[in-house]
């Protein structure tokens, strides 16, 4: 990428070894950053992006910020359950992340989109 313009966007079977900023809300937008590890690289810092957050958890930080002032303790619980549920999707060791890399390496990377080896492959 040194010497490209704009974005490349590229998939890669890695793994979850870290997360260096938790699952959060900022400036009305789901944010996270973590670490991932594969054949070629052992430390590959990135940012989960927002869309990709709101798909895996199936709720906008709107939605989650209203399930959390709700008095409903069973919609609370849901809301609970499925952001837990996101720690143990990103420690899967198959999936492929498709990360978006950025001109001269100047940006961190961003993941824009994750599937499993069965999906890719079309196994189920």
Known sequence: M???????????TAYLLEILEPFSIEDGEWTMKIRLKDE????????????????????TPDEAM??????????????????????VQLQRLDLIFEIEFFAA??????????ETLSDALQLC
Do not use: W, Y
Not at 45 to 56: G, T
Not at 66 to 83: D, L, M, P
Not at 105 to 114: E, S
């Open 40 to 59: 070629t690289c052992d430390d590959l810092k990135c940012f989960v992006s927002h869309q990709l957050l709101c798909n895996l958890i199936g709720m």
């Open 2 to 12: 040194k010497f490209s313009i704009g974005s490349k966007k590229v998939k890669l």
């Open 105 to 114: 390496n100047r940006a961190t990377p961003r993941i824009i989109g994750l």
């Open 66 to 87: 209203a399930i959390r002032k709700s008095s409903n303790f069973a919609k609370r619980k849901e809301g609970t359950e499925r952001i837990k549920t996101l720690d």
